[in-house]
């Protein structure tokens, strides 16, 4: 009898395939002389929607909510329904004795799989293969360490009631906002108290008022300090005459060191990354956006093989990977990294509870290097700069604490106290590996980014002691105070959110895991509900509006986080599926009954004047891939085309500029509008009569996949005679 192995995807297929040596390739699957390795597509089944219970709900009616089928139902995805014919067929083969799981080691993972055997009625015993990383030591390994598939039950659990919940809060929530309103409004169980925390912090910077403030500061020769009021005190005046004052009575008197303090200090390396923090920092460090570092890390872990499994919470070692530390170090032993990690091969590694702690380590442990060796020629430039955020860290692990002396002075004269500091590094340690310079402090709280507090009640403010090269002193040293200044400042404004400090907030308020944040930013992006504007996140018209919709306790983060917290305790074995799917429930019927009921309105923050040529609504202006689009809004009606006139490949012979390109009664014509400049297509190169419309069609065909929906040919044109114009 063989084993059926199930893949997620056909690349992490073929590689299972080859070291478990079934090499007999099929269409659908790979077959040996003891395995049979097939795949899925991601998932190939779902849940059913609502027309497949009853086929009046493909209309979307107020009426008809809340959906809430007693039992949820299955179907296949039909763009998938070959492979999952082609897995259903091998699960009834005669000779296939056992299932292998081999899906991603995860609560996603463990969905595909689970779904896949519900729906062909798998009876047969099954196993689960449970690998951090795709590297053939570790695939042979984990068939040789099979689990039983039961032991899973749990977490197959936790995936179908969030499957589950999703689906009847987020689907009933979405219908009802969008079938009372009349317009495309998205709401779900995480990512309306997403959009909350981002609308939380515009109202913050909406309601801010700066203050103005003063600091004094006193040259005493060589360095500077700063007044103080007291040791707790940050040193502001809200009071311009005070400062001044300040000022008057100290310049040129003679001032003492009171007080000089010198402290050894050091601060020890960073933990090793979780994808959360990752994602955090690969934002900070290299500008991606928490997708775009959730795609490269899982190229890096799936197809290079170089990374252990990404989608972790956890940001510690296990006791049992401490063997392998010297031989992952020799694999990135290489390039910018070689005289790094060899210094550390050197000598026995220094492993503390801040690398190695199995109680913070449930699924899976931190994000590090794997044991194979690395090409670093062979990976793309994204790869390449995520790929060194992880090896860096990685090494930091095993370098010593960065050590410095830190001086504090204290300087009186007469009655008033000034304050200076500095700092002078004795050893690099781990900063080393990041070139001496500071690193990313991981224990900082980043969701309250620019949130610093401040006597004014929220504004930020500049009165921190700059760090500067002290001479060396001891108290009694007489001092003159040469040169001071009050100098004016003024609160600033809570900063908008990053996608770093979005994700940290949302890790914070327990809204999503590590592996759906990215996707929850990302869904609001693409429903226009935020934007980015250069790196910040800033909620759109529209978002503004659907927040204030939506009901109170959906917005809250607190009621999603202890949705989150009961998924997790079903997954320990502690929850109770059926009262959590219960509750579910309720609250999806009273959230549409709340929508039903309520009296507000919305309006469209982007109508346009343009009217609809097919059922004369007001068209809305978004924006797209291709550029600026005019949508009709009515749900019915779905027609759409460019808001912008397509620009020609044609130069206006007075400006030199490029001519826009119009659809005319006699046909398709040039403008070049400041110009007041006018021709007829024909005029130009590819002329009229059969001829030209054949060069036109062709073309239009060459260059199809620049046309949006909805487009003519004159559109096709555009994108064609840019091309040639660029040539």
Same mark, same amino acid.
């Given at each position: 009898m063989k084993s059926l192995v199930l893949a997620e #995807?056909? %690349?992490?297929?073929k590689e299972i395939a080859r070291v478990l040596g079934a090499t007999a390739k099929q269409k659908s699957w790979f077959e040996g002389p003891k395995h049979v390795v097939t795949w899925a597509l991601g998932h190939l089944v779902e849940l059913a929607e609502p027309e497949d219970y009853d086929p009046s709900? #493909?209309?979307?009616?107020? =009426? =008809?909510?809340?959906?809430?089928?007693?039992? @949820?139902k299955l179907k296949v995805i039909r763009e998938t329904s070959h492979q999952y014919k082609a897995v259903a067929q091998l699960c009834k083969r005669s000779d296939i004795g056992e299932l292998i799981i081999a899906t991603d080691a995860g609560r996603e993972g463990e969905l595909v799989a689970r779904w896949i055997m519900e729906l062909v009625r798998w009876n047969k015993p099954f196993k689960r293969l449970w690998i951090s990383s795709q590297t053939d030591k570790a695939i042979r390994e984990g *068939?040789?360490?099979?689990?039983?598939?039961? =032991?899973? =039950?749990?977490?197959?659990?936790?995936?179908?009631?969030r499957a589950e919940a999703d689906w009847l809060i987020g689907l009933n929530v979405t219908r009802a906002l969008t079938s009372k309103y009349n317009a495309q409004l998205a709401a779900g169980r995480v990512q309306t108290?997403?959009?909350? @925390?981002? @609308?939380?912090?515009? /109202?913050?910077?909406?309601? *801010?008022? +700066?203050?103005?403030?003063?600091?004094?500061?006193a040259d005493f020769g060589g360095f500077t300090a700063m007044w103080r009021k007291d040791d707790r005190h940050d040193g502001r005046l809200y009071d311009q005459a005070e400062a001044e004052a300040i000022c008057a009575r100290i310049r040129g008197k003679e001032a003492v060191a009171e007080h000089v303090r010198r402290t050894e200090r050091s601060e020890p390396h960073p933990l090793a990354y979780d994808l959360t923090e990752l994602q955090r920092d690969a934002n900070k460090r290299l500008g991606f956006s928490a997708k775009q570092t959730s795609n490269v890390l899982q190229r890096l872990y799936e197809q290079h093989k170089l990374v252990t499994y990404p989608r972790t919470d956890s940001r510690y070692l296990t006791s049992d990977m401490a063997p392998t530390f010297k031989s992952r170090l020799e694999s990135v032993a290489t390039g910018p990294y070689a005289s790094l990690a060899r210094a550390l091969l050197r000598k026995p590694l220094?492993?503390?509870?801040?690398i190695v702690d199995d109680s913070k380590v449930s699924d899976h442990h931190a994000i590090i290097p794997t044991e194979q060796y690395v090409q670093l020629g062979a990976l793309s430039a994204d790869e390449r700069r995520l790929y060194d955020l992880i090896v860096r860290r990685f090494i930091a692990l095993f370098y010593g604490p960065s050590v410095y002396d830190e001086t504090s002075l204290v300087i009186r004269a007469g009655d008033d106290r000034f304050y200076a500091r500095g700092y002078v590094q004795k050893e690099a340690g781990w900063k080393e590996l990041y070139g001496g310079a500071q690193a990313a402090d991981d224990d900082e709280d980043e969701a309250d980014d620019g949130r610093e507090s401040a006597e004014d009640g929220g504004g930020r403010a500049s009165a921190k002691l700059p760090s500067q090269s002290l001479p060396e002193l001891e108290s009694g040293r007489r001092l003159e105070a040469k040169h001071c200044r009050a100098q004016e400042h003024k609160t600033k404004p809570p900063a908008r959110h990053t996608e770093a400090s979005l994700l940290a907030g949302m890790e914070k308020r327990g809204l999503g895991t590590p592996a759906t944040r990215a996707d929850v930013i990302e869904k609001l992006l693409h429903t226009d509900t935020i934007e980015r504007q250069q790196n910040r996140l800033v909620p759109t018209g529209k978002g503004k509006q659907l927040i204030e919709l939506v009901a109170e306790d959906l917005r809250s983060p607190d009621l999603t986080a202890e949705w989150e917290r009961e998924l997790e305790r079903i997954a320990q074995g502690k929850g109770d599926p059926k009262a959590f799917m219960a509750g579910? /429930?309720?609250?999806?019927? %009273?959230?549409v009954a709340e929508v039903k009921t309520s009296a507000k309105e919305y309006k469209p923050h982007n109508l346009t004047h343009s009217k609809c040529p097919d059922c004369g609504e007001r068209m809305m202006e978004v924006s797209g891939k291709r550029g600026k689009m005019l949508v009709c809004p009515s749900r019915e009606c779905g027609y759409r085309r460019a808001a912008e006139p397509a620009l020609s490949g044609r130069r206006c012979p007075q400006c030199r500029k490029r001519m826009e390109i119009h659809d005319g009664k006699a046909g398709k014509y040039f403008q070049?509008? +400041?110009?007041?400049?006018?021709?007829k297509l024909e005029d $130009? +190169?590819?002329? &009229? $009569? /059969?001829? &030209? /419309?054949?060069?036109?069609?062709?073309?239009?065909r060459q260059y199809s996949d620049n046309v949006s929906l909805g487009s003519s040919l004159g559109d096709a044109l555009k994108a064609a005679l840019e091309r040639g114009g660029d040539k």
């Open positions: #995807k056909p %690349s992490v297929a709900y #493909k209309t979307w009616r107020l =009426d =008809d909510l809340p959906i809430v089928p007693g039992e @949820m *068939f040789e360490r099979l689990k039983p598939g039961r =032991d899973y =039950d749990r977490l197959y659990k936790s995936a179908v009631c108290p997403t959009l909350a @925390m981002v @609308m939380e912090r515009e /109202r913050e910077i909406a309601a *801010f008022r +700066p203050v103005p403030y003063w600091t004094v500061t220094a492993i503390t509870k801040r579910i /429930r309720a609250r999806a019927a %009273s959230l070049c509008r +400041p110009c007041n400049v006018v021709e $130009g +190169p590819g002329g &009229g $009569g /059969r001829a &030209g /419309r054949k060069q036109q069609a062709q073309l239009a």
